[in-house]
């Protein structure tokens, strides 16, 4: 639960806030991080935020995703058989979840040219969407999109492709295991739009590591950068007041 996150300082009160306010808001959100950095683990969290009115369509490899809600359709991918048909791939699926009428797509982990189909999704009207990606920064997170949206049209012009991300995802959350074991969200950052050919991003909270403590535990903290997201006038249209002072936060951990 995003309690738990809180209480073990994976991340802070104010950050827990800022990104319940952007589920409860319909912006879409990617999850990234190396394997083992709490991925899913942060996706469960954050899907805990989703109304429960809404319909829900879940897309994954394997069955990881906990969702409490009560309209959830699940989506699993299949292997091909021995004589190698039948596979049934996230891509596939992905399309045929569109004719499902469904108010969010969560999609367990975008490796591969379905990346086009859900950033077409998002573009098209179902706001709020989640996915987890393999990506060690907010910057190499838009490189891996560029490199699997290319797989699945390698004709689209590259600026064509950065157009389409800057468009459709709204917010980065970065998470990483650190030395000590500890997981830990380093980076909630958002997309800003384009500058030129560059898809221009911004950080909003960040962790700092200052170092370790004699018994190897990371040393650091989480502070706000004190930059009030552009998306700041999508929540207030929802109905939703942030409290100011946590774009001022600072925590030691």
């Not at 004190?226 to 998306?231: A, M, N, V």
């Not at 007041?241 to 001022?248: A, C, H, Q």
Request: net charge neutral; proline share 4%.
């Amino acid at each position: 639960m995003p309690q738990d996150l809180v209480e073990r300082k994976a991340m802070t009160k104010g950050m827990m806030e800022l990104l319940e306010a952007a589920v409860r808001s319909h912006l879409n959100i990617i999850i990234l991080g190396g394997t083992g950095a709490g991925k899913t683990t942060l996706l469960n969290g954050l899907s805990s935020f989703i109304n429960p009115k809404e319909r829900i369509v879940t897309i994954e490899d394997a069955a990881e995703l906990q969702l409490k809600q009560p309209h959830v359709a699940r989506l699993e991918t299949r292997p091909a058989n021995l004589e190698g048909s039948g596979a049934i791939r996230q891509r596939e699926l992905l399309i045929n979840s569109l004719r499902m009428r469904p108010d969010r797509i969560v999609v367990g982990e975008v490796r591969g040219e379905e990346a086009l189909d859900m950033l077409q999704a998002m573009n098209t009207g179902h706001d709020g969407s989640l996915t987890t990606i393999h990506a060690n920064t907010p910057r190499d997170g838009v490189s891996r999109l560029e490199v699997m949206v290319s797989l699945a049209n390698s004709n689209m012009q590259l600026i064509s492709i950065r157009q389409q991300i800057a468009s459709a995802v709204h917010l980065f959350v970065q998470a990483a295991r650190l030395s000590d074991g500890s997981r830990r969200v380093i980076n909630i950052t958002e997309i800003t739009g384009m500058e030129g050919e560059v898809v221009t991003l911004q950080d909003i909270f960040v962790f700092e590591k200052r170092g370790l403590s004699p018994d190897g535990k990371v040393l650091g903290r989480f502070a706000a950068t004190g930059i009030r997201p552009k998306f700041y006038e999508k929540l207030l249209a929802a109905g939703i007041k942030l409290n100011p002072g946590i774009f001022d936060e600072v925590m030691e951990v």
